[in-house]
């Protein structure tokens, strides 16, 4: 069976190599023909919203999925009229947009900040007088790893953030004062069932993620977040695996934005878990039983952005593993990643500090 | 870098899926261009011995290694001339001729079955007087899966045996009455680093390797195959992978086999250790600090020959992982592989048992 995969980014490419057990073939749609996904299985090259290439991508295929959230709807709606798409659209179609994402946690009882769509001047002073300051002011599409955001700490803030991002559609929200984060990942098969790995502690600097650890043992955290991740795997009727972003405060999660994809807070269950995020991915869109999301131990996962570590030394660290993504270095780019496994948190926390000094800041 | 595989089987595969994430690009030279490793790498079609396939092969890569060990050690000498060759050829060709390998082991102080060189039916006749009944008649060379091989239980047998395999040089072997058989994987860096897995429990049937257990938990006989396999690994200068198989017979290991390569037995190590035997082979090729040896509680790894079991009943076990080497079915056909892991011995046996029953025999 050949799965078609928008994006050939890393994402793409552990999809492939998580796949290529099941005897899975892969195509991949991406820009950029030396992606990392081209390693592991042809690539169409062209843009996410071409519509010859995903013709290409539909005809060649057997089922689609996708690995990058910024695909736009529309094309991935004219793909679905011929082959099945998954995800389904309409999880792709609320992540994209913070103010539906928003509002559908609400609807569905899950914990957010306070939030305001803001169109204009005048809306946004009106929203921040409802929501208070401080608060984040960010552009409802389109923005990640930090960008598009302003953060307003006084009401004179309000004309430097609006001259930053006025124009786009905007979304205010309340800005949480967390003690952690945290994100859970989930899947749900074609048959609904559904299995969700332990919550993972993440650490973001500018907006990126750089550091997670998982398990994070917290019972009552645990359950409270399966309880939101089912309500919206089953709002959806989705297939596929799916991520929540939480923000903890005062022992409870708020959640801060949805993914409806394999997300990068779950690299650590390729070794840190028995089935890994990737392989439960396929699983589910292919409607085969899901596999078992416990964890193995205690691990940990640094983000490489712009630079990498030092091949030999990562590799030294007992128990390490080493994620090169094959991308030529930029500043901000996410180019490979590290994790450790241990039987013990503590033990984790020491392979942890060891990878880190390897790692350029 | 990329790097060179003669041979595209399931192992070549499996070597290709450890190395991606070490941002390592792979050429497989095969003279069937669907082979396993095809959907993983490019491949050059061609036999192991044309001298024109094997000069790409170098010319495109910067270090060739081998998945299959009856390569023409003399393919391989050419090679090795304008390229590293990694293991070292003359464990390949040691390997090869089972006289050869006896007479090493011998000389290495590795116990092994009483062995005679056998080249006409006169000299059967001494052998089978001096190795004494029961005893194996096996051609020394291009053996495997139980190829090659006449059992002789009786003098009456040494005709039938003669008639068989007569004509190619052969060497007679004491049959070893077994009370199990074992191997050890261990590796050695080009930088002279070594480790050895733990000892694996393999189980035949008509001379094809059919389930292995690992850990196989005993002291003494790991501390033992560990000394024999080092001294094989120094005796060579290896860089690679290395297998010996043996039998245990009244508590001792009997050496049968050594393999140059990554090993059958050693399926369980992809999920059932830290680091698999895949990852290590290219870690010692590449002179990489190596991984870590150690068992993630109790593996046990199902052949699946000739007829692969349902994919969703064997997913449907809890921590079960399936491997389809994406192979046509043919009887004695190597087809993939499933493997179980659990936390205790006796858990893994029940998941074993559970996965046997869908492995058509």
Chains 1, 2 share one sequence.
Request: a positive charge; one cysteine or more.
């Amino acid at each position: 069976m050949k799965v078609g995969v928008i994006g050939a980014g890393q994402l793409g490419q552990m999809l492939a190599l998580a796949g290529h057990p099941l005897a899975l073939e892969f195509l991949f749609l991406d820009s950029s023909p030396d992606s990392p996904g081209a390693r592991v299985g042809p690539i169409i090259t062209g843009k996410f919203d071409d519509p010859a290439s995903l013709s290409k991508l539909a005809a060649d295929t057997e089922l689609v999925t996708y690995e990058f959230e910024n695909v736009p709807v529309s094309a991935l709606e004219k793909v679905s009229r011929t082959r099945t798409c998954l995800p389904p659209i309409e999880a792709l179609r609320v992540s994209q947009d913070r103010m539906l994402e928003k509002e559908l946690f609400q609807r569905l009882g899950i914990p957010t900040p306070p939030f305001r769509s803001v169109d204009s001047l005048d809306e946004l002073h009106a929203a921040v007088a409802a929501v208070g300051l401080p608060c984040v002011l960010k552009t409802r599409r389109l923005g990640y790893d930090g960008r598009g955001q302003q953060y307003l700490r006084r009401r004179a803030d309000i004309d430097t953030a609006w001259a930053a991002l006025g124009g786009a559609p905007l979304i205010l929200e309340g800005f949480v004062k967390f003690d952690r984060e945290v994100s859970i990942i989930g899947a749900r098969s074609t048959r609904g069932e559904t299995r969700c790995y332990p919550l993972a502690e993440n650490q973001h600097r500018d907006g990126i993620l750089r550091v997670t650890r998982a398990p994070h043992r917290n019972a009552r955290l645990q359950r409270a977040a399966e309880r939101h991740l089912r309500r919206l795997l089953d709002h959806f009727g989705y297939a596929g695996v799916l991520t929540i972003e939480f923000f903890v405060q005062r022992g409870k999660l708020i959640a801060n934005e949805v993914a409806p994809r394999v997300h990068n807070s779950g690299h650590w269950t390729i070794e840190g878990a028995v089935t890994s995020q990737f392989e439960n991915h396929l699983r589910a869109i292919l409607g085969l039983p899901l596999g078992d999301t416990s964890a193995i131990g205690h691990a940990a996962m640094v983000n490489y952005i712009g630079t990498m570590p030092d091949r030999e030394r990562v590799l030294a660290i007992p128990g390490a593993h080493h994620h090169d993504y094959g991308k030529s270095p930029r500043a901000g780019r996410k180019l490979g990643h590290g994790t450790v496994v241990s039987t013990t948190a503590a033990g984790r926390d020491r392979l942890l500090r060891r990878l880190l000094r390897h790692v350029p800041r």
